[in-house]
C-alpha cells in the first residue's frame, strides 16, 4: 500500500473496514434504543383521553338539563262542546310559553344549573263536567305512551270536598286541599318529577260552588265572609297556593278559559318559573345572588352524615338526655327518604358533656338574657372541646354536617343569639355553610330559682319538635334553599310547608337538577383533570383499575345525558353520582402516589454515567472515522485524475 | 367438718350469684369510674384506673343513640363486627418480681412495651384479614398512633389455641411504638367527662409520664355479633395503669427512707380528688392491701406498741380487721379519710382457705361524692415501720434473651426460674408418709404445672423449630416428654410471622426450665428497613401462661363469710376468670444494615467500566497503528507529537534516544494508561464502599 503523505494522492481506494466497525457500534445502539425504553417503561393503562375531551367539551357547550311538564287545568263547569276549543287551548299555551320565556329572558337571575331544560314544554286541559279536552301538546304525548304523566279529568266533577275546600282557604285547608289533589291524581301520574300541574280555578266557579252551597245548607253565617277570594276578586288578585307535591292551584278572576288573559298567563308563567323550576327563592325584587358554583354538602358519591349532638355545657349544673330515636323515625327518617333520590344521608347521634362554648356572652338587662352577639357567633364552636366527629365518616370520603344542640351553663341561662339588626334570633340558631348548624336550647325555668336538677332530663319528643322543625329549616339553608317555603302576601302566594319530610317533591326536583348538573359537570372536569395531569406526568404509573374507573365514568356519565334527554330524574342523578363518584375515585387512586418515589431526577442520575462517556466516544470515533473516510477518498479521488 | 361444708355451700352459692351476675345485663347505660391505689414493697405506689361503660344489648334496647357510650367506639364495634378487642399502650416494664404477677389487676394490665392489638371478629373467614387491616387504619386515626402498621399480615399473627374465642382472632404488636400524651387525649375523649371531673382529674400529664410504669389499655366486649351464644351487650373498659414514686415529703422519718416513702394522692398527682363525675353510676377509690403486707403488720402490731392517734380518737370497731385496725397501726397511719366500708378477699376454693396459703387481703373503699373542694380526698399512707412484704407471685419467672454473635445467626433463649414464693409449690412438699396432704392447689390428676408460650417472631428472623432444645434443671429432655401440645406456623417471607404455641408440663420440683432455638438472619431489601436501621429491630414479647391458675379476686364484707356481691363493675372485672399473663422482654436483633447510598454507588461504578470499556475497545478496533507510525515519522520532533507523550518519554529517561523505540511503545503506553487509570478509580470506589 503506498500511501502519499499530506495534500498528495493516494493510489487505492481508503478502507471502510473501520468505518463500518464504527457505525456498526452506533447502529447496535441504535437498535438498542427502543429495547431499554420498552424495558424501563412504566405500566400505563390507556386512558380514553379523546372520549374525555368530548366529554368535557360537551358538558362546556351543552350542560346536562332536565326536561319539565308544565300542565295546567282550566276546571269548569259544563260547557257545549265547539270546534274552536281545541284552537283556543293552543292560545292558551303559547301565551304561557310566551310568558315563561320572557321570564327566562332575564336569565342572569337564576342559577341556571337548577333550570328546566329550554323552560317549560306547556300542556292545557280543559276539565270541564262534560269535556275533557286536552291541548294538541298533551294529546300528542298521549299517544306516545306519556299520558300517565298528566292528571285525569273529572276534578270538576268529583265531590263537594273539593268545593267545600276550595271555599274555606285558611293555610290549614290548604294543607287538606293539597292532599285532596295528590290522592286525586295519584297513581296516575309518575312520581319521578320534572311533571308540574297548576290547577285553575276561576272566580266563577268558585261563586257558582259557594252559592249552591248556600243554596244547599240551611245555616250560613255570612258565606262569602269566609271566602276571601270573592272579595278579592274585585282587587283582581288572584290567590296562588304551592303545594307539597308537585302541583299548585290558583283561585282567581279571569281563569277560566274564556277569560283567560295575558295577565294570568305571565301569573302562570312566574309561578312555574320562581318555584317549580328554581325554588321559589327568587320572590319578587329581593332577589339573592348566589355564587353560580354555589355546591351542596354532600360528597363526591352523593353521601353526608348528619350527626345531631346534645351538648350539655356544665353537667354539674344539669344533665339533659334526648329521645333521639323517636325524634330520628318520627322526624328524620321520612326526610332522608325524601332527599334519597339525590341524597343519602345517613343519621347519627351523640350526647357531649362538658362542652362550653368558645365566646362568652354578656348579660344585657333590657332583654333579660345572656347575649352572644352576632359578629362573635363565627368563633362560637369550641373545636377544643366538641368532639364532634365520627368514625364513620374517617373510613371514606363523606360529608358531615354536624347539627349541634347547645344546653348552657345555669350561670349564662337563658342564652340568647343576637342578630345583627339587635334583636333577639327566634330560632334562636345559626348556619355554618358546610359545617352544619348550631341551636342554642335554654332549659325552661333556668332563670327562676337555681335548680337542683343535677340528675338526668330526657327531652321529651314534644320539646325536641320545635328544635327539629328548626334543624330541618337549617338543613334547608344548608342546600341552599329558602329556610321556610315561601309565604309571600305581595304577590299573594302561599306554600303548604312539607311538615312531614321538611322538603316539597318540587323542591327535591330542583335540588336534584342542580346536583344532577353539578355532578356531571364535575365528573367533567376532575376526568381532565386526570389526563391533563397523566399526560404532563409521563413516569406515573397508571393502574388497569383507574382506566376502568374513567371508562365506567364516562359511561355513566353518558348514561346520565340520555336519562336526562327522556326526562327519567332518578336515573338521571344514579347515573350522574356515578360519574362523579367513579371520578374522583379515579383522581384520588392512591397508586398514583408511587410517583412520589421514583421523580425523574432519579433517572436522569442513573443513566448519565453511562450514556454521556459512551455516547462520547461514539460520536468522536464516528466523527474522525467518517472525516477520514471523506479526506482519504477526495485524495484517492485526486489520485485518479493526476493519473488521468 | 361441719363448718367447712356450710362454708363451702356458702361459697358455692357465692359463686353461682356471681357467675348470674357477671352476665347481667344492664337495663340502661351505665358509667363507673374507680381508682385502685395499691401501696408497692419497693416504695412506689400502683395507681390503677379503671373506667367501665356498659351498654345493654342493641337488639332490646333500640339501636344507635348513646348517652355516654362514646360513638367513636360503637362505630368501630358496628362496622368489623367485633366480638373482643384489647389495645394497650405501654411504657416501661412491669417488674414481675417485686410488684406482683398473680392477681388479677397485674395479670391483665402488665403488657408488653408498646403497642399490642389483638381482636376477635365475627365476619366470614375470608374477610377477616380485610377487616383487621381496616380496624388498625380506623385506631390509629383514633388514638393518633401508628397502629396501621400492623396491617401488615407479616406482623400479625393467628394464634391457634389461645384464648379459647368462638370468633376469628388476630394478634399484633408493635414494640416500638412511642406512648405520650398524644394517645391519652384521645383516649380520655371517649370517656364522658374526659378530664373535666372526676378521677380523670388526677391525670397530671407531666406526673404520670414520669412514672415507672405506664399502661393505656382499652378493652372492648361485645355480645351483639354472639352467633351462638347469649345476645349480650357492649361494655368498653378503659384502664390506666401506672406505678408511681411519690414526690419527697419531709416527713419521713431517716430510718423509713430507704424502704418506704410516705404517699397520698396529693404527693402521687399533684392534685387531689374534689368530686366524681356527674355522669358515673358509681366512684370509689380503693385502697387495697396485699396479704403478705397485712401479715406483716399484724406481726408487727403483737409488739408492744403504743401510740396516741394523732388524727383519731379510739379506733372504732369497724376499723378492726383480724386484730388489726386498718386505720391507725403501728405499721401505717392512713391519713387524710376514714374509709367508708372494708373488704376481706374471699379465698378461692377450700383448700385455699383451709390451708391459708394467703393472708386474704383487704380493701378500703372511699366514696369519691362524699368529698369536694372545700374538703377533698387526699388518701395516703404514713409509715411508722419498717415492713417488707412480698406480693403474689406466679410459679415462674421469665427471662429471654439472644445469643450468639454476628449478622447471619443466632439463638432465642427462653428461661424460665422458679419463684420461690409460689403457693403452687405446696404441692410439693407432700411427702408419701402423709398421704392426706394429697389436696394440691392444682386440680386433681394434675401431675405437674403447665406453661404455655405463645411467641411471634417476624419472618427476617428465620426460627429453625427442629433446633426447639428443652432443658430442665440442667438436663435437656425431648420436647415430647414435656410437651403437652404444640402448635408451629413456619413464617413466609414477607407474608406471616412465624408463631411457636406450645404447652409444656414440668415437674413441681423443677426451678428451671430453659428453651432454645436457632436462627437465621434474613436479608431485608433496601426498602423495608425502617428510617433508623442501625438500631436494630424489635421482636414482640412472648407471653406465657399458666392455666392452672386463675386471678379471680372475690371480696366480701368482713365479718360475714359471705353473701356479700357487689355487682359495680370493679368487682365484676376482678371477678373475671382470667389466665395468670406473664409477657417477656422485649428483644432486639441486629441484621445487616445496608449502606443506603449503595445502589447508586453500584450504578456509577458499573456504569463507570462499562463506559470504559466500551470506549477503550471503540479506540483500539479503529486505531491504525501502522498509519499512526508513518504519520509520527513524518512530523518528528515537532508539535504534532501528543504533549503528554513527550512527558512520558522523557520520564522513560535514556532509551527515549531512540525515537523508533518510543514511536512502538506509545499507543501500548496509552493502552496501559487507561487501563491504570480505570483500575484506581474501580479501587477508589470499592474502598469508599
Keep these: 500500500m503506498e500511501?502519499?503523505?499530506?495534500?498528495?494522492?493516494?493510489?487505492?481506494?481508503?478502507?471502510?473496514?473501520?468505518?463500518?466497525?464504527?457505525?456498526?457500534?452506533?447502529?447496535?445502539?441504535?437498535?438498542?434504543?427502543?429495547?431499554?425504553?420498552?424495558?424501563?417503561?412504566?405500566?400505563?393503562?390507556?386512558?380514553?383521553?379523546?372520549?374525555?375531551?368530548?366529554?368535557?367539551?360537551?358538558?362546556?357547550?351543552?350542560?346536562?338539563?332536565?326536561?319539565?311538564?308544565?300542565?295546567?287545568?282550566?276546571?269548569?263547569?259544563?260547557?257545549p262542546p265547539k270546534e274552536e276549543d281545541q284552537q283556543h287551548l293552543q292560545v292558551v299555551v303559547d301565551q304561557i310559553q310566551q310568558q315563561i320565556s320572557i321570564i327566562l329572558a332575564h336569565k342572569e337571575q337564576f342559577n341556571s344549573s337548577e333550570s328546566c331544560a329550554s323552560g317549560f314544554q306547556v300542556h292545557v286541559t280543559l276539565d270541564?263536567?262534560?269535556?275533557?279536552?286536552?291541548?294538541?301538546?298533551?294529546?300528542?304525548?298521549?299517544?306516545?305512551?306519556?299520558?300517565?304523566?298528566?292528571?285525569?279529568?273529572?276534578?270538576?266533577?268529583?265531590?263537594?270536598?273539593?268545593?267545600?275546600l276550595l271555599l274555606e282557604s285558611s293555610s290549614d285547608d290548604d294543607n287538606l286541599l293539597d292532599e285532596f289533589f295528590w290522592s286525586f291524581s295519584k297513581g296516575e301520574y309518575l312520581a319521578t318529577g320534572g311533571c308540574y300541574t297548576v290547577v285553575l280555578f276561576d272566580e266563577d266557579l268558585l261563586?257558582?260552588?259557594?252559592?249552591?252551597?248556600?243554596?244547599?245548607?240551611?245555616?250560613?253565617?255570612?258565606?262569602?265572609?269566609?271566602?276571601?277570594?270573592?272579595?278579592?276578586?274585585?282587587?283582581?288578585?288572584?290567590?296562588?297556593v304551592v303545594g307539597k307535591y308537585r302541583h299548585a292551584w290558583m283561585l282567581g278572576p279571569e281563569l277560566g278559559i274564556l277569560s283567560f288573559g295575558r295577565d294570568a298567563a305571565s301569573d302562570i308563567a312566574d309561578l312555574a318559573v320562581m318555584y317549580f323550576s328554581h325554588g321559589g327563592r327568587l320572590s319578587g325584587k329581593d332577589v339573592v345572588v348566589e355564587d353560580k358554583e354555589e355546591s351542596m354538602p354532600l360528597s363526591a358519591d352523593g353521601k353526608a352524615i348528619l350527626s345531631f349532638s346534645l351538648l350539655n355545657a356544665e353537667p354539674s349544673d344539669w344533665i339533659f338526655d334526648w329521645a333521639f330515636e323517636e325524634v330520628e323515625q318520627r322526624f328524620l327518617q321520612p326526610l332522608v327518604e325524601a332527599l334519597w333520590p339525590f341524597a343519602h344521608l345517613f343519621v347519627e347521634s351523640q350526647v357531649l358533656y362538658y362542652t362550653p362554648k368558645a365566646v362568652q356572652s354578656h348579660w344585657d338587662a333590657a332583654l333579660q338574657s345572656h347575649v352572644v352577639p352576632f359578629k362573635q357567633l363565627p368563633f362560637f364552636v369550641n373545636a377544643n372541646e366538641w368532639h364532634l366527629d365520627s368514625s364513620s365518616a374517617a373510613a371514606g370520603r363523606s360529608k358531615l354536617l354536624h347539627f349541634a344542640i347547645y344546653v348552657p351553663a345555669a350561670k349564662e341561662c337563658p342564652l340568647h343569639l343576637q342578630l345583627s339588626t339587635g334583636r333577639i334570633s327566634q330560632t334562636n340558631g345559626f348556619t355554618s355553610p358546610g359545617w352544619g348548624g348550631i341551636i342554642v336550647w335554654n332549659p325552661p325555668g333556668c332563670l327562676g330559682s337555681s335548680t337542683d336538677n343535677s340528675t338526668g332530663h330526657q327531652l321529651s319528643t314534644k320539646e325536641l319538635e320545635p328544635l327539629i322543625g328548626v334543624v330541618v329549616a337549617q338543613l334547608r339553608t344548608l342546600f341552599g334553599l329558602p329556610p321556610t317555603v315561601l309565604d309571600d302576601s305581595k304577590t299573594d302566594t302561599f306554600g303548604v310547608p312539607a311538615t312531614a319530610r321538611?322538603?316539597?317533591?318540587?323542591?327535591?326536583?330542583?335540588?336534584?337538577?342542580?346536583?344532577?348538573?353539578?355532578?356531571?359537570?364535575?365528573?367533567?372536569?376532575?376526568?381532565?383533570?386526570?389526563?391533563?395531569?397523566?399526560?404532563?406526568?409521563?413516569?406515573?404509573?397508571?393502574?388497569?383499575?383507574?382506566?376502568?374507573?374513567?371508562?365506567?365514568?364516562l359511561t355513566a356519565a353518558k348514561a346520565a345525558r340520555e336519562h336526562a334527554i327522556s326526562g327519567a330524574y332518578h336515573a338521571t342523578a344514579d347515573a350522574a353520582r356515578k360519574a362523579r363518584g367513579l371520578a374522583e375515585a379515579a383522581f384520588f387512586q392512591p397508586s398514583i402516589m408511587s410517583l412520589l418515589y421514583f421523580p425523574a431526577e432519579h433517572q436522569l442520575a442513573i443513566y448519565t454515567p453511562f450514556f454521556v462517556p459512551v455516547l462520547l466516544h461514539m460520536l468522536v470515533a464516528v466523527i474522525k472515522e467518517s472525516s477520514r473516510y471523506r479526506r482519504e477518498r477526495r485524495s484517492y479521488l485526486r489520485g485518479l485524475q493526476n493519473q488521468d | 367438718?361441719?363448718?367447712?361444708?356450710?362454708?363451702?355451700?356458702?361459697?358455692?352459692?357465692?359463686?353461682?350469684?356471681?357467675?348470674?351476675?357477671?352476665?347481667?345485663?344492664?337495663?340502661?347505660?351505665?358509667?363507673?369510674?374507680?381508682?385502685?391505689?395499691?401501696?408497692?414493697?419497693?416504695?412506689?405506689v400502683l395507681a390503677h384506673f379503671l373506667f367501665t361503660n356498659l351498654l345493654p344489648p342493641v337488639k332490646s334496647h333500640g339501636h344507635h343513640h348513646h348517652r355516654l357510650f362514646p360513638k367513636a367506639i360503637y362505630q368501630l364495634v358496628q362496622k368489623y363486627h367485633i366480638q373482643q378487642m384489647e389495645l394497650s399502650f405501654t411504657q416501661g416494664r412491669w417488674d414481675y418480681q417485686r410488684w406482683g404477677a398473680?392477681?388479677?389487676?397485674?395479670?391483665?394490665?402488665?403488657?408488653?412495651?408498646?403497642?399490642?392489638?389483638?381482636?376477635?371478629?365475627?365476619?366470614?373467614?375470608?374477610?377477616?384479614?380485610?377487616?383487621?387491616?381496616?380496624?388498625?387504619?380506623?385506631?390509629?386515626?383514633?388514638?393518633?398512633?401508628?397502629?396501621?402498621?400492623?396491617?401488615?399480615?407479616?406482623?400479625?399473627?393467628?394464634?391457634?389455641?389461645?384464648?379459647?374465642?368462638?370468633?376469628?382472632?388476630?394478634?399484633?404488636?408493635?414494640?416500638?411504638?412511642?406512648?405520650?400524651?398524644?394517645?391519652?387525649?384521645?383516649?380520655?375523649?371517649?370517656?364522658?367527662?374526659?378530664?373535666?371531673?372526676?378521677?380523670?382529674?388526677?391525670?397530671?400529664?407531666?406526673?404520670i409520664y414520669n412514672g415507672h410504669y405506664h399502661s393505656l389499655r382499652i378493652h372492648l366486649k361485645s355480645g351483639e355479633f354472639n352467633k351462638n351464644g347469649p345476645e349480650g351487650g357492649t361494655s368498653l373498659r378503659q384502664s390506666l395503669t401506672l406505678v408511681l414514686k411519690p414526690s419527697k415529703s419531709a416527713v419521713v422519718p431517716e430510718r423509713l427512707k430507704s424502704l418506704h416513702s410516705n404517699w397520698s394522692l396529693y404527693l402521687l398527682f399533684k392534685k387531689s380528688l374534689v368530686g366524681k363525675c356527674p355522669l358515673a353510676s358509681s366512684s370509689q377509690v380503693h385502697l387495697e392491701l396485699e396479704g403478705s403486707l397485712v401479715k406483716g403488720l399484724q406481726n408487727h402490731a403483737t409488739t408492744e406498741f403504743l401510740f396516741i392517734s394523732l388524727w383519731f380518737d379510739v379506733a372504732d370497731e369497724s376499723q378492726i380487721v383480724d386484730k388489726l385496725n386498718v386505720v391507725d397501726n403501728p405499721g401505717y397511719l392512713l391519713m387524710n379519710a376514714l374509709?367508708?366500708?372494708?373488704?376481706?378477699?374471699?379465698?378461692?376454693?377450700?383448700?385455699?382457705?383451709?390451708?391459708?396459703v394467703h393472708v386474704p387481703c383487704l380493701l378500703l373503699d372511699f366514696e369519691v361524692q362524699d368529698y369536694s373542694k372545700a374538703y377533698p380526698l387526699n388518701v395516703g399512707l404514713s409509715w411508722r415501720a419498717p415492713i417488707a412484704w412480698v406480693p403474689r407471685q406466679g410459679p415462674f419467672r421469665v427471662t429471654r434473651f439472644l445469643t450468639g454473635s454476628g449478622n447471619e445467626r443466632g439463638s432465642i433463649a427462653i428461661v424460665l426460674k422458679a419463684n420461690s414464693e409460689s403457693y403452687l409449690r405446696s404441692c410439693s412438699k407432700f411427702t408419701p408418709e402423709n398421704k392426706d396432704a394429697q389436696v394440691c392447689a392444682l386440680d386433681e390428676g394434675a401431675s405437674g404445672i403447665d406453661v404455655t408460650i405463645f411467641e411471634m417472631v417476624p419472618w427476617y428472623v428465620r426460627l429453625y423449630f427442629h433446633t426447639l432444645k428443652v432443658v430442665l434443671d440442667g438436663q435437656q429432655v425431648a420436647l415430647r416428654d414435656v410437651a403437652k401440645w404444640m402448635r408451629v406456623s413456619p413464617s413466609e417471607d414477607r407474608k406471616s410471622p412465624a408463631v411457636l404455641e406450645m404447652q409444656l408440663q414440668v415437674p413441681y420440683n423443677t426451678s428451671v426450665i430453659s428453651l432454645t432455638v436457632e436462627f437465621d438472619k434474613g436479608y431485608l431489601r433496601i426498602d423495608e428497613h425502617p428510617p433508623d436501621a442501625n438500631r436494630g429491630f424489635d421482636l414482640p414479647s412472648a407471653l406465657f401462661t399458666f392455666p392452672q391458675l386463675q386471678t379471680a379476686r372475690?371480696?366480701?364484707?368482713?365479718?360475714?363469710?359471705?353473701?356479700?356481691?357487689?355487682?359495680?363493675?370493679?368487682?365484676?372485672?376482678?371477678?373475671?376468670?382470667?389466665?395468670?399473663?406473664?409477657?417477656?422482654?422485649?428483644?432486639?436483633?441486629?441484621?445487616?444494615?445496608?449502606?443506603?447510598?449503595?445502589?447508586?454507588?453500584?450504578?456509577?461504578?458499573?456504569?463507570?467500566?462499562?463506559?470504559?470499556?466500551f470506549g477503550s475497545l471503540l479506540n483500539v478496533l479503529r486505531r491504525r497503528l501502522g498509519e499512526e507510525e508513518r504519520l509520527q515519522a513524518k512530523t518528528t520532533g515537532s508539535q504534532h507529537a501528543g504533549k503528554l507523550m513527550t512527558l512520558i518519554s522523557k520520564y522513560f529517561g535514556k532509551r527515549s534516544d531512540s525515537k523508533h523505540n518510543v514511536q512502538t511503545r506509545t499507543p501500548l503506553l496509552k493502552l496501559v494508561l487507561i487501563i491504570s487509570v480505570a483500575a484506581g478509580i474501580a479501587i477508589y470506589y470499592i474502598l469508599g464502599l
Excluded at chain 1, 40 to 68: D, M, W
Excluded at chain 1, 217 to 226: C, F, H, I, L, W
Excluded at chain 2, 339 to 353: A, F, H, M, Y
Excluded at chain 2, 581 to 599: C, G, K, R, W
Aim: aromatic share 8%; glycine share 4%.
Design chain 1, 128 to 164: 270541564a263536567e262534560n269535556v275533557c279536552l286536552r291541548s294538541r301538546s298533551a294529546a300528542g304525548d298521549q299517544q306516545n305512551n306519556k299520558v300517565a304523566k298528566f292528571w285525569p279529568c273529572g276534578l270538576a266533577t268529583v265531590d263537594s270536598d273539593l268545593q267545600e
Design chain 2, 339 to 356: 374509709p367508708n366500708r372494708i373488704l376481706k378477699e374471699i379465698p378461692k376454693s377450700e383448700w385455699e382457705e383451709e390451708q391459708s
Design chain 1, 3 to 79: 500511501v502519499v503523505v499530506g495534500r498528495s494522492t493516494r493510489s487505492t481506494p481508503p478502507g471502510r473496514k473501520r468505518l463500518l466497525i464504527t457505525l456498526s457500534v452506533v447502529l447496535s445502539f441504535l437498535l438498542g434504543t427502543p429495547l431499554w425504553w420498552k424495558s424501563t417503561e412504566v405500566y400505563r393503562s390507556p386512558l380514553p383521553f379523546a372520549a374525555i375531551e368530548t366529554h368535557a367539551n360537551q358538558v362546556a357547550s351543552l350542560a346536562l338539563a332536565l326536561p319539565c311538564d308544565l300542565h295546567v287545568i282550566f276546571v269548569a263547569l259544563p260547557i
Design chain 2, 1 to 44: 367438718m361441719r363448718k367447712l361444708v356450710s362454708l363451702f355451700l356458702a361459697l358455692a352459692l357465692v359463686f353461682h350469684v356471681i357467675r348470674v351476675q357477671s352476665q347481667r345485663l344492664t337495663e340502661e347505660e351505665e358509667f363507673s369510674e374507680d381508682l385502685l391505689l395499691r401501696p408497692l414493697p419497693d416504695g412506689k
Design chain 1, 207 to 240: 261563586n257558582i260552588f259557594s252559592n249552591e252551597k248556600l243554596g244547599e245548607a240551611t245555616v250560613v253565617e255570612v258565606g262569602n265572609q269566609v271566602n276571601p277570594i270573592s272579595k278579592e276578586g274585585k282587587g283582581k288578585r288572584r290567590r296562588r
Design chain 2, 102 to 207: 398473680l392477681d388479677p389487676i397485674t395479670s391483665a394490665n402488665a403488657k408488653p412495651i408498646g403497642v399490642e392489638l389483638w381482636a376477635v371478629f365475627d365476619v366470614p373467614k375470608d374477610k377477616v384479614d380485610a377487616t383487621w387491616r381496616n380496624l388498625t387504619h380506623a385506631l390509629s386515626g383514633l388514638f393518633c398512633a401508628s397502629i396501621n402498621f400492623l396491617e401488615s399480615p407479616a406482623i400479625v399473627a393467628t394464634p391457634g389455641l389461645q384464648r379459647g374465642v368462638s370468633g376469628y382472632l388476630r394478634y399484633g404488636a408493635l414494640p416500638r411504638e412511642a406512648v405520650c400524651t398524644e394517645n391519652l387525649t384521645p383516649w380520655l375523649k371517649l370517656l364522658p367527662c374526659r378530664d373535666k371531673a372526676g378521677l380523670t382529674t388526677l391525670l397530671e400529664r407531666p406526673r
Design chain 2, 554 to 613: 372475690s371480696y366480701g364484707f368482713v365479718n360475714t363469710t359471705a353473701n356479700a356481691v357487689f355487682d359495680q363493675p370493679f368487682f365484676q372485672t376482678l371477678l373475671e376468670e382470667q389466665l395468670v399473663q406473664i409477657y417477656s422482654e422485649n428483644l432486639l436483633v441486629h441484621l445487616a444494615t445496608p449502606d443506603f447510598s449503595m445502589p447508586y454507588n453500584v450504578i456509577t461504578f458499573t456504569m463507570t467500566v462499562l463506559a470504559l470499556y
Design chain 1, 502 to 553: 321538611g322538603f316539597a317533591d318540587w323542591e327535591v326536583d330542583v335540588l336534584l337538577r342542580r346536583r344532577a348538573v353539578m355532578d356531571v359537570h364535575a365528573s367533567a372536569s376532575t376526568l381532565a383533570s386526570l389526563s391533563r395531569l397523566v399526560s404532563s406526568l409521563p413516569n406515573m404509573v397508571i393502574m388497569d383499575e383507574i382506566g376502568d374507573q374513567v371508562t365506567s365514568s
